[in-house]
């Protein structure tokens, strides 16, 4: 079986439009009848196994990619030892593209591609072939596999992963500092030829910048390249394919490249001197000025440090570091005088924090300058001699006495006069004065060290000639004690006496309290004010005394009770002593000397009443008390006006009362008649009991155009309706009817016949519901004659 193919002619490295016409034909390499497999195996029949002869065989096949041409480009030919020529056998092709990619003559075995390949995508096929018996359909060789490789050409430009890239470099480096690599890819193949072989070179950025052909790793190219000249740089990288020679395809990409700051530049000062002023009455840590210095470095390569080195004021004032601004504030350390300095001379020095080693040789990174500070005067108010004055005095000093002085001065050069005052809201029972002059406190009312032991007061001292300018002192006055109060008894002594007392028995212990503070301590003494038959005082020395009895025995019904004063007195100068009488009762005792009764008679006889004389009044309370509670109950159970029990909504209310006739402008207010408008008053309903008395509602007045008739329907509909009203029906009676009314009047009091001339007879023929006006009205006669 031979095998025939055609070669391609190798074009790499020109491009041609169609392939040359020759075409060269390679027979199958011959292949002995038989070949062994593998080793000899016996067999049970005792043969030796054998490989079967293989009727056909070929090599690979190459295709050029990217064909151009407008026919099926032609790949190759499979030719079988058993076609005979007659179209007896058919080529089957099988596999990757097969049917759609390549396509195979049947008879003749000639193998094309339909379009163009393109390597990149795929690099080989892999195809399996077949003749078979076109009318029995069987194989008369078996499937083969192939495979249909392609020729790479040079179709593809590198190209970079990134459009733009972003370095950094620190200036000042040295030459060949490496600052950033980029790479570019080839899809050409790179075992085929140099079509994938990059070479790099710069474009643009020359001669800052340089790149390694082969790495494309971007260098510097100049020493000392300083930031603060320039700072950014755009670099062109350009790479090519080829091996960098003519023909070859290329890409580009751009890089951004940025010089970062190092320590390169010292700060330095703007100005030799600074001139500054500030007021004598800031206070400290007031802030009077800043200075700074400029460093062309940025970030913490242009953080500075202030101090002052030098001057006169290095006391005065002080320097502190603005972390923000890079700022040196200047602030007051101790309070300023202008009287006593007017300027002050600071040398100021900057210094970088964090200096590079390697850039000391363009140092010092310090710079220094100075700093004049000139004091401005100001109105000062007064300054008093202390910061608080002590004054102690005696509770009985004299009124007008001076107790101290306080004194102040202006601090200013001009001295004003000082004028001084108190403060009335920490003296507000006006104890004390001062003198405006001089200053000298005194007493205006006198001390009591008892109720007041100290006193706080607060001195003003202001200029005369501007009074807005002043200033406060704390005046503390300490009450110092002096004996003037007496002792007296600590407590109210509840005292009694057994009627079987015997001489010498203890009856009270006393002891006494004085307001009087001594430096010494309290010490009293006790004893009678006289010679007393019945007790005697026995001072225990320790601030209290013991009352004994003196005779054996007391009788409450001779005498009920003893009066015994006890002295008390001091022992500080002057003595002050004062009298207490103790009340002593006769009362009954048990044998253990047990209170048991005390004279009652005596309590009662200072009061004039005998116990007769109680229970009468008790009596008396108790009869008050009955009768009222009667009068209560008896208002609580008062009947109604109304006196028929029978459905008292039918019934017309009896008040038993004629009224006072025309005169009697209680009755009815003829003014709201014919003023529908006037504001109503709440009058009290006399048909019901006043206790169960409801609120009438109050309803908008009707304009002053109303009739009266309107007004009084709008009433009875309202009266009809109200909720609230009780259940009780109620007679008006209205002596107005309105103007021109051609109806005469319907009240009786303006009839023209007496009330003898009418008969009300047939009011009895109306029904039970109308007895009561029968009998109202039908018993004129008998009233009469009676």
Known sequence: MTIYQFLLPFLLWVCLPHFCSPEIMFRRTPVPQQRILGPRMPRSDGKILHRQKRGWMWNQFFLLEEYTGSDYQYVGKLHSDQDKGDGSLKYILSGDGAGTLFIIDEKTGDIHATR?????????????AQAINRRTLRPVEPESEFVIKIHDINDNEPTFPEEIYTASVPEMSVVGTSVVQVTATDADDPSYGNSARVIYSILQGQPYFSVEPETGIIRTALPNMNRENREQYQVVIQAKDM?????????????????????????????????????ESSPVGTAIGSVKATDADTGKNAEVEYRIIDGDGTDMFDIITEKDTQEGIIIVKKPLDYESRRLYTLKVEAENTHVDP??????????????????EDVDEPPVFSRSSYLFEVHEDIEVGTIIGTVMARDPDSASS??????????????????????????????????????????????????????????VFVRILDVNDNAPQFAVFYDTFVCENARPGQLIQTISA???????????????????NPNFTVQDNEDNTARILTRKNGFNRHEISSYL??????????PIQSSTGTLT??????DGEGNMQSCSAEALLLPAGLSTGALIAILLCIVILLVVLFAALKRQRKKEPLILSKEDIRDNIVSYNDEGGGEEDTQAFDIGTLRNPAAIEEKKLRRDIIPETLFIPRRTPTAPDNTDVRDFINERLKEHDLDPTAPPYDSLATYAYEGNDSIAESLSSLESGTTEGDQNYDYLREWGPRFNKLAEMYGGGESDKDS
């Open 564 to 573: 015994l004063p006890v002295v008390i007195s001091d022992n500080d100068y």
């Open 116 to 128: 163009r390949i393109d390597r990149e995508e795929k690099a080989f096929y892999t195809l399996r």
């Open 417 to 474: 006069p000082i004028r001084f005052s108190l403060d009335r809201h920490t003296d507000l029972d006006r104890i004390f004065n001062i003198h405006s002059g001089n200053g000298s406190l005194y007493i205006s009312k006198p001390l009591d060290r008892e109720l007041s032991q100290w006193h706080n007061l607060t001195v003003i001292a202001a200029e005369i000639t501007n009074p807005k300018e002043m200033t406060r002192v704390a």
């Open 358 to 375: 390697r850039f000391y040789y363009l140092g010092p990174f310090k710079d220094t300058t100075i700093v004049k500070i000139a004091i």
């Open 243 to 279: 091996g960098g020679q003519m023909g070859g395809l290329s890409g580009t990409t751009t890089v951004n490249i940025t010089l970062t700051d190092v320590n390169d530049n010292p700060p330095r000062f703007p100005q030799n001197t600074v001139h500054l002023r500030v007021l």
């Open 584 to 589: 002593i009762r006769v009362c009954a005792c």
């Open 513 to 531: 309290v004085d307001k009087d503070d001594p430096l010494g301590g309290q010490k009293f003494f006790f004893s009678l004010a006289a010679v």
